[in-house]
């Protein structure tokens, strides 16, 4: 038996609950079927939470932040610093997903695994350094084995603060200049893809800059070519908050703690936590498709349908936050609404098929 915590099984989906879902909704006073995937993702929801009326009250979102060796190599539109400073932005609440999480009530969790340009300590921002930054890939492993299992750990050391703060959802975000470049090198690698397939802009480079991009992620694959084993994949490739990410996703799912899937890269992490343990894919729910180009792929590897399609291409855990209203109202409707029952409204009539041929004009 495999003894590493990441391997360990995901809690099991609690099909009682979602089949009383199920039947609520059938007494609720509306066609069958009329909210579409509203009704399922109660269904599901009450399957993670257990119980026949999920809420989605208590959203936390830890946004992990890390440096990248390869930003070297000239692949982001933006500079390194910016990494750090967005850190000590996310603590202040000028960025977006710090606006986003007052607008919904969530915990914002800042969590600085290592920046070059490094802000210090700040108010509101867990300093778990791993390293200034990882390795440049294209010379030698991102991570060694050690920083990379640091890195897992501490996502899941933060499932557990959301798990133990009462939450009912975790969204994961992320902020590293340069990790789109990881992430899609650890998804060519997973899924044996071309990086010019999944490449795309990141920040906003322009073709050539793609091209230079695509070039460096090559070479980084030919370096890292002999690398099997999921996991030493994100050694080789990934990024602090990457691992970071890949772990909180593994110890939700441990912990019965609903993941609610961002953008290209959290994706690419939560693509490496199933191939380390398959059976996280059931606690995983995607919330929309970004604009980066290989997120459309990434989510079929994980047969995933998101939740929207807004265009968005920012990270930081931002297309989750934004649809957590949609699972407020899946979730309001189911228990809010009245019954045909309660309501004294007359429920379906025999559908036609069952009415005898004479009868129909
Ligand atoms: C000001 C600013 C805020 C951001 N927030 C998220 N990202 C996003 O952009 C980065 C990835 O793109 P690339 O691989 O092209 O560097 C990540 O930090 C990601 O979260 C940002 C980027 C910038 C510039
Ligand atoms: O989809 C994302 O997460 C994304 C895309 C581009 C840049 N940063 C993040």
Redesign the pocket.
């Known amino acids: 038996m495999n003894t590493h915590w990441w391997a360990w099984p995901a809690a099991t989906l609690d099909r009682q609950a979602a089949e009383a879902a199920h039947a609520r909704q059938q007494t609720l006073t509306k066609p069958p079927g009329s909210l579409g995937r509203l009704e399922s993702l109660v269904g599901q929801l009450a399957a993670w939470q257990g119980r026949a009326c999920p809420q989605v009250d208590r959203a936390w979102i830890s946004v992990f932040a890390a440096d990248h060796g390869v930003a070297e190599e000239g692949v982001s539109a933006f500079p390194q610093a910016v990494t750090g400073e967005m850190v000590r932005n996310f603590a202040g609440g000028g960025a977006a997903i710090s606006v986003l999480a007052r607008t919904l009530g969530a915990t914002l969790d800042v969590v600085n695994l290592g920046t070059v340009n490094d802000p210090g300590q700040i108010d509101g921002v867990l300093r778990a350094i791993i390293a200034p930054s990882t390795a440049n890939f294209c010379h030698a492993p991102a991570m060694t084995r050690a920083q990379c299992e640091t890195a897992l750990r501490i996502g899941a050391e933060r499932v557990a603060q959301a798990r133990a703060a009462g939450a009912d959802l975790f969204i994961g975000g992320?902020m590293g200049i340069a990790?789109?470049t990881s992430?899609t090198a650890l998804a060519c690698a997973l899924l044996g893809e071309l990086p010019r397939t999944l490449a795309?802009?990141?920040?906003g480079l322009d073709d050539a800059g793609i091209a230079r991009k695509i070039a460096v992620i090559e070479r980084a694959l030919r370096r890292h070519a002999d690398a099997v084993e999921p996991i030493e994949l994100l050694c080789r490739l990934g990024g602090f908050e990457i691992a970071a990410l890949a772990g909180a996703c593994i110890a939700a799912a441990q912990a019965r703690l609903p993941v609610l899937v961002?953008?290209?890269?959290?994706?690419a992490a939560a693509l490496a936590a199933v191939r380390m343990n398959p059976s996280v894919r059931d606690w995983l729910l995607f919330a929309h498709r970004?604009?980066?180009r290989g997120?459309a792929r990434l989510l079929d590897a994980l047969d995933a349908d998101p939740l929207l399609d807004l265009g968005?291409?920012?990270?930081?855990g931002s297309?989750a936050a934004v649809a957590v209203p949609l699972l407020r109202m899946a979730c309001a409707l189911h228990a809010g609404m009245a019954t045909f029952a309660q309501a004294g409204v007359s429920e379906k009539t025999a559908s036609s098929a069952e009415i005898p041929a004479e009868s129909v004009s």
Do not use: K, P, Q
């Open positions: 992320e990790n789109t992430a795309g802009a990141g920040t961002d953008g290209f890269i959290v994706t970004s604009h980066e997120h968005l291409r920012l990270g930081e297309g």
